[in-house]
């Protein structure tokens, strides 16, 4: 039975870094108890691989040196006593230390976080439910529309017909300037809701403003956790310690972002065997167990999370909705006309399934995918201020990869996903890694002295290819020799049955 952390970590030597201690705590409670269970015959989601190697990196995680720099004033950080008994920082109570302010990215210490939440109960405000029931009335709206105008349309004598197009001829330029006036609208509208993207500087269309949407996504927030409630794992099991503490490490060490004093972090670790984490706008985190055993040291399970709080911090719920809001206006309009102008039902339905694949494949998917790359590269600049092994990124996305072909699982091409191949992402993170090592050097991390993860894990990945396409091949042997002696006992039993001549 896993014991709690308060009664682990004071075995630890104090004097260890906070990382160093979450790694011995992971790798003792967790990890290697998915060994034993694996050792005993048990099955397991997670693939170990010289634990001793990967895993032992306590040079690689003392980040008690801090960024240095002249330009920052001395700033006095001081950690508050919290309930593990063990300092949040490395910066010790009452010390003072110069914090620097690097261009790109570098940690301002400060107090313990106290943006940092266990559950608590969240209230939905009436507002989202409106506008949850006000948003899938828009197509139907659309469709009652365009189909009630086809009907008028059909109605109407001949003459009367005539009539209305000799109106819209003579008054074709009036309709034009009014339709220039609502097209105009239109782009001001959109001109004036495009903001900067925070920390990349990248230009989105933006409806929803950062507190509404966080109120939004507490409905959201509620469902899941009633719909998880009894697979949620209490606060003091040992890997709902390991991942709050990890998420309120990286926080600790990106205090110098503005939005991560904003987010109030919670975490809830769910008892299922998914490998997978996200996390809501309002900072609730949410990570399955089948993603702790998927990753094999802290390094890849801060590169994930890094991800997850990217997203949060970058906004990108507030963005997929506001252009999800945009394209459902003119999908509004454009429904209507469909519906208005296809002679028969089935032609229209026809035409808005035709219209709605266009749209998801050539608007919303490729756009899921660019947000995706950005939470990449901002969650490994998050991980790098933590003195988190940046080189672990790719690890994360071989191991997806390795587990899909051992698994046989077909691949989706990626034009038809709302993520990025894990091909794409390995080579999208190894392009940015280097970037990541300098901004880990600039705040104060120290050196690695491990070898690069990404030459191990490629080592390991060879090898068990290897013995699983060697299992497949003796499989195939043992069904043909299988085969082959069926066909020779049928053919036995056939020759006993024959009258002797």
């Known amino acids: ?86 300092s949040s920082s490395g910066v010790a109570a009452g010390q003072e230390a110069n914090i620097p302010h690097v261009p790109v990215f570098c940690p301002a210490f400060s107090d313990h976080v106290k943006k940092f939440h266990t559950s608590e109960k969240l209230q939905a405000p009436p507002a989202v439910v409106l506008w949850l029931l006000v948003k899938p009335l828009q197509k139907i709206t659309a469709i ?27 008054r074709r330029w009036h309709l034009t300037g009014v339709s220039t006036v609502v097209l105009l609208f239109m782009a001001l509208f959109c001109f004036t809701h495009v903001e900067e993207s925070p920390l990349t500087g990248r230009s989105r269309f933006l409806v929803f403003s950062r507190e509404n949407f966080i109120k939004l996504s507490e409905h959201a927030s509620e469902m899941y956790l009633e719909e998880f409630e009894d697979s949620l794992i209490p606060e003091n099991d ?43 706008p309002n900072g609730r985190i949410f990570v399955f167990t089948g993603m702790l055993e998927l990753v094999g040291d802290i390094h890849q399970l801060s590169i994930i999370l890094g991800h997850e709080m990217a997203h949060a911090l970058l906004g990108h719920a507030a963005e997929q909705a506001s252009l999800s809001h945009l394209l459902d206006l003119l999908s509004m309009i454009l429904l209507t006309m469909i519906w208005a102008i296809c002679p028969r039902d089935s032609l229209a339905l026809l035409a808005q399934w035709i219209q709605g694949k266009l749209v998801e494949f050539s608007l ?97 990945a060879q090898l068990l290819l290897e013995d699983n396409e060697n299992q497949k091949n003796k499989a195939k042997e043992s069904k043909e020799r299988e085969r082959a002696e069926g066909t020779q006992h049928t053919l036995l039993s056939k020759k006993d049955m024959e009258p002797a001549a």
């Open 1 to 86: 039975m896993l014991t709690s952390l308060r009664t682990v970590l004071p075995e630890i030597p104090e004097t260890e870094a906070f990382l160093v201690q979450i790694e011995a705590l992971f790798v003792t409670h967790f990890i290697d108890k998915q060994e034993t269970e694996q050792a005993s015959g048990s099955t397991s989601h997670l693939i170990t691989f010289t634990t001793s190697e990967l895993i032992e990196s306590g040079e690689v995680l003392d980040y008690e040196e801090t960024c240095s720099s002249d330009e920052q004033p001395v700033i006095n950080a001081s950690s508050s006593d919290n309930v593990f008994n063990s």
């Open 144 to 170: 009652i529309l365009g189909r009630s105008i086809r009907k008028w349309w059909k109605a109407l004598p001949p003459k009367k017909k005539q009539l209305f197009r000799e109106w819209a001829w003579q």
């Open 238 to 280: 040992p890997r709902h310690q390991v991942v709050m503490r990890v998420v309120q490490h990286l926080a600790d060490r990106n205090q110098d972002i503005e939005e991560f004093k904003s987010v109030p972090w919670t975490v809830h670790v769910i008892e299922k065997p998914i490998a997978n984490a996200y996390v809501m």
């Open 364 to 460: 919303n998917r490729p756009y899921s995918r660019k947000l995706e790359a950005e939470a990449d590269q901002v969650g490994l600049q998050l991980a790098a201020k933590a003195c988190v092994d940046v080189r672990a990124g790719p690890v994360v996305w071989q191991k997806m990869e390795l587990f899909e072909q051992i698994a046989g699982e077909p691949t989706l091409p990626e034009w038809c996903s709302t993520h990025p191949s894990h091909r794409t992402r390995i080579s999208n993170l190894d392009h940015l890694v280097p970037e990541a090592i300098e901004l880990r050097a600039r705040c104060g991390c120290p050196a690695f002295t491990e070898p690069d993860p990404r030459v191990v894990f490629a080592k390991v």
